[in-house]
C-alpha cells in the first residue's frame, strides 16, 4: 500500500515521535511504501521512508495544528491509507496518545474561545458517532473518556498492549564498577541517592512535585532530562531553587533522544520519580522498570499498574499528597531498591511488553483492508472497553 503519515512534528523526540518513526520503519520493512509528513523533522530518518516536511502557518498552535491538517490532507488523497499521530480530518488510522479534550472539566467560557472550538471539532472530526475513522489507543481509561464524549462505536477501536521496544528488553544489571564509572563521569558519588525525572512537559509530568521533595530530602540528587534547559518552566523553577541552593543538587541534561544516553541515566539512578498530573501511559516508567530502576508514580499515569504488578515500587495515590511522596521516599531505602531493582529486571523478561508498535503495525494494515473483520483479528475491540494494557 501507499501509506501516509502525519505527525505535527518530530522534534523534540518524545514518546510519540519516537514510535511515529518506529511505525514507520516497520511499515516501510513490510514492503508499503511510506511517506511521513511533519512540520519539523528530525535527525534520525527511517530507512525506506520518505519524510515530507510541509510549511507550518498559523500564529498560535491551534491555528498552524488546522493548517497542518488541512494541508495533509490535500497532499494525501491519492494514497491508501493516511494515518495521523495527532487529531486531523479526513484519516482512515488515528494512533491516539492523547487524553480526550473535550472530557476535561472547563469553565465555559473557555469553550468559546477559538482554541478550544478548533481543537474540539479535530477531535470530533476522529471521534465522532459518525467518522470513519479508526482509533488505535494505548490505554483503556483513555479510550473511556472518548467513547464517554463521543459515543464512538467499539468496532471502530483498539487498545494497544505496551509499546515500549524489544530494544529495551534487559541485559545484566550493570557492574558496581560501571555504574561507579556512571557517576563519576557525572560528577555523583556512590554514596548519594539519585533520583532521575524525565518528560517534555515540567508540569504535566510534576517535577515541580518533585524539586519541592528534594527541598525536604537533603541526601538526594536530582536528575532531570527530556525538557530543554531553556524551557519557560525549567526556567522558572531553577530560579528560586538558586536562591535557596537547591541548584546545587540538581543536574539538567537537556534533551536526550538517544536510547543509549538515557539507558545509562537508567543505570546511575536509584530512583525514577515521576508524579505526573496526566499521563496518557508514561512510557518511562516501563522504560525504567525494564532497565532495573526502582520507580515512584502517580496513579494516574497508564502504566503506574505495572509497577505494582512487577513489585519495583510504589504507586501514589490519586489525587496527589506530598506528604505521600515523602513517605513513599523514605520506604524507598537502599535495602528496598534492591528488592525492587531485581523485581524490575525479573518483570522485563515478559514477552508482552513488547507487543505494542508490532499490533499497531498490523492494526494500520488491517485497516487498509476496510473490513471489521480484519480488524478485530488485528486486535481490535470485539465489544466493549474492558482491562488495563492486558496485565494479565
Known sequence: MKIALGIFRLQPAGGLERNALKLAELLAERGHRVVLHTTVTAQLRPPGVEIVTVKRTGVTNHAAMKSFSARFAAATRDFDLVVGFQRFEGLDVLYCADWCFVDRPRPSWQRMLPR??????????CFARESATRIIALAAPQL??????????PARLAILPPTIEASWRPSLPPSADRRASLRARHGLAERETIWLWVGLQ???????????????????????????????????LMAPARRVG?????????????????????ETADLLIHPARLDVTGTVILEAIV???PV????????????????????????????????????????????????????????????????????IEAAGQASDAAWVAAGGLKGPISGDFAIT
Open 291 to 293: 532497565s532495573g530502576l
Open 246 to 266: 537547591l541548584a546545587e543538587r540538581i543536574k539538567l541534561f537537556g534533551l536526550i533522544s538517544d536510547h543509549g544516553e538515557l539507558r545509562e541515566l537508567f
Open 116 to 125: 478550544y472550538r478548533t481543537m474540539a471539532a479535530l477531535e470530533r472530526a
Open 144 to 153: 473511556t473518556a472518548y467513547v464517554r464524549a463521543y459515543g464512538t462505536p
Open 296 to 363: 515512584i508514580a502517580t496513579a494516574n499515569c497508564g502504566y503506574s499498574p505495572h509497577v505494582s504488578k512487577a513489585g519495583a515500587g510504589i504507586v501514589l495515590p490519586d489525587p496527589f499528597e506530598a506528604a505521600a511522596l515523602d513517605q513513599a521516599l523514605v520506604e524507598a531505602d537502599a535495602a528496598r531498591r534492591s528488592i525492587w531493582s531485581t523485581n524490575a529486571q525479573a518483570y522485563g523478561r515478559r514477552p508482552d511488553l513488547y507487543l505494542g508498535l508490532t499490533r499497531a503495525t498490523d492494526l
Open 202 to 236: 515540567p508540569q504535566v509530568k510534576g517535577l515541580d512535585r518533585v524539586m519541592a521533595a528534594l527541598a525536604r530530602r537533603p541526601e538526594a540528587r536530582l536528575m532531570i532530562c527530556g525538557v530543554d534547559r531553556t524551557h519557560r518552566q525549567v526556567i522558572e
